[in-house]
Each structure stands twice: as C-alpha cells, then as structure tokens.
C-alpha cells in the first residue's frame, strides 16, 4: 500500500497554475491584493490539475491518537490516562475541536492508533457518511503505546509502516466519503517529545532548537526533556533519507500515521490543512517519502512550540495564521479552514472585469 501510495503522488500541475494566475490577473481586484491567498489558490489548483480548484468542502479532521513510553521519563506532568480520557470527550463532543468543527461544518474521525488504555469502538457510524453532529471512533490500535525512545527504538519497522498504512486508509476513505480536504488532528500525551526528535531528525537542527514545552512543563522539566530528545538522537542516529526507520526509531504512532494521511491526500490530490508541531513533525516524514507530497500541505497555524518553525521552513510552508496556540487535536488546522476556503472561492465567485464592466487600469 505504501509504494503505490508514493507511486501516484505527482508534481503539481503547471498548466493549471498559470491558468489560475492568469484568471486571478482578470478579476475586478488590483493584481496582488489578495496577497498570500492568490498563492494558496494557484498551489491549490496546482493540486487538482484543475482552474478553478474544487472548492475544499465538506471537510474532514482526522485525530490520530497514541500513548509513548517516553512518558516514563517525566517529559510531562500530565498522567497518561488523559489520552483515553481525552478521546472519551471528543466523542462526547465536548472539547475544543469540537467546538471549532461544528462552527466550520466539519466531521471528526478520532483513531485510535496506539493508545495504551483499550478502548471500546461502541456503534460507529456509517463511514459513507461524514456527519458534523456526529464523531466518529475507528480502533486501529497497532500496539498499546510505543517503547521508551529513551531506551530502545520506539517501534518497529513493522509497527511504523502499519501505523502509516492506517492513516493512508483512513484519507482514502474520508475521500471516498466525499471529504473534499482533510485536516490533521492528535492526541496523545508525551507526544511532543517524538514531535521533537523527529523535527530533529530530519532538520539537522539542534535537539534544543526542535524541543518546545509541550502543555507547558517548568524549567527543570524543560531541559530534562530537551536531553531526553538529545540522548535519544544520538543513540539511534536515525537516517533522514529512511523515514521509515526514523519514524519507528523516534516516532510515535500517531505521528506516522499522520503521515500516512498526508500521504493518501496527496496521492488522491486532495489538500491536507496541517495542525501544529505534532501534524509538521509527520509532514517531514511524509515529504521524505515522497517529496512531492509538499504540494498537498497547506500550513493551518504556526504553533508556539519552536520545532514547529523548523519544520515550516524546512518544508518551505507559510502559516496562514499565528495566534500562538499550542493545544493541538486540529483546533489551529480548523480555525484556518475559512481562509483556505475563501482563497478557492475567489476564483469560483469574483467577476472578471470583462463580465462585471469594470474599466482596468
């Protein structure tokens, strides 16, 4: 599934981005205003080899949830049951991202890729279906938890390929379903510290550079994390140009499945909103495999942790937003839906000056 998901991963369509260009220098706006949206809708276009793109609706947030035995070495002051605590009030509806979803019609598919409490997938909704009133609960559970990265690798290779696998099927059928784009969602406590180390990773940059505060730990926690991170690079010495090795080196299951999600989209030439650091982290690994992927990212926030900056710019994204979040489970992903909206709309809906009768310049 992986090599042929890479197989039809393909470089945007140049001749659909001039036309896209071309269309927006024709419409009763001075050229350029629109600034960073008229690139967005150029890329996007680009994308779906088609001017104008299919506007990015409905919309669909995966949550990828995971535990990590990296816990064990006090990188957070929050228990590890918060993970399945947390996945119980998502399908409650009850937390931010849901919130931010209904006020952007989106559904929530919440997946349980490696959580170390079992969790019960009670009734699920029809797949065929992408309800906003409703969320969703997929178990897909590789392993309970990833391994201590401080001490041995965190999976196999096995267990990482499996966890991409998953998020390539679940973008397959959030598109099958009629998601027209799809936005990265996660979960799992600790995880920030793999974000880390895999930021690191493939950056090159110092582990201090790539290590934030996660959900806010204190000085002294601060640095034994940022050593934890350092340690665990130089034990594993993990190979950028493998990222299938990086990711059970370092990663967690969430973070390769989010790679795999991103890689779907891509392959299915469908855009993939990006959330914060976790979500960045895993585009990395996905650009590794397939460097083309880049073509379907669209960078929702820039989240306060630092590594999240690294990866941008190593990506060479630009965030449409910066309001200094740092929650994660999609909630910055969802507050830039509408702008990723508006730029395609633009080209749907705004008069050429020929057909409104407006004299250019």
Not at 315 to 332: A, F, H, K, N, Y
Request: glycine fraction near 12%.
């Amino acid at each position: 599934m992986l090599e042929t998901t890479i197989a039809a991963i393909r470089p945007a369509d140049e001749t659909a981005m001039a036309a896209a260009r071309e269309l927006h220098g024709r419409l009763t706006k001075p050229a350029g205003s629109l600034g960073a949206l008229e690139d967005l809708s150029v890329r996007l276009a680009g994308l779906a080899g088609a001017c104008p793109p299919p506007l990015p609706e409905p919309a669909a947030v995966a949550i990828f949830a995971g535990d990590h035995g990296v816990h064990a070495q006090g990188v957070s002051p929050w228990p590890q049951e918060v993970t399945a605590q947390m996945i119980g009030n998502f399908l409650a509806g009850g937390a931010v991202v849901n919130a931010f979803a209904r006020q952007a019609g989106a559904s929530v598919t919440v997946v349980d890729v490696g959580v170390a409490t079992p969790l019960s997938a009670g009734p699920v909704p029809n797949p065929a279906v992408l309800d906003p009133a409703v969320p969703r609960l997929v178990v897909a559970s590789v392993r309970r938890g990833t391994r201590d990265l401080a001490v041995t690798a965190a999976l196999t290779r096995d267990e990482a390929l499996a966890a991409v696998q998953t998020g390539i099927r679940i973008a397959d059928e959030l598109i099958d379903a009629g998601a027209r784009i799809l936005l990265t969602g996660d979960m799992g406590i600790g995880n920030t510290t793999p974000a880390a180390a895999l930021i690191a990773a493939f950056t090159g940059v110092d582990a201090l550079d790539a290590t934030g505060r996660g959900t806010g730990v204190d000085d002294p926690t601060y640095a034994h994390k940022v050593g934890v991170v350092r340690a665990a690079l130089a034990r594993h010495a993990p190979d950028p140009s493998d990222p299938l090795g990086v990711l059970a080196a370092v990663g967690g299951l969430e973070h390769a499945a989010l790679a795999g999600l991103i890689l779907g989209a891509a392959a299915r030439r469908t855009p993939v909103l990006l959330d914060g650091v976790i979500a960045v982290s895993a585009a990395l690994a996905a650009a590794a495999f397939a460097p083309d992927a880049v073509g379907a990212m669209v960078a929702g926030h820039r989240s306060a942790e630092p590594g999240a900056t690294v990866a941008l710019r190593h990506l060479g994204l630009v965030p449409l937003v910066d309001l200094g979040l740092r929650l994660g489970e999609g909630t910055g992903a969802l507050l830039a839906l509408p702008v990723v909206t508006g730029a395609v709309r633009v080209l749907h809906e705004v008069a050429t000056f020929d057909s409104a009768g407006v004299a250019e310049k």
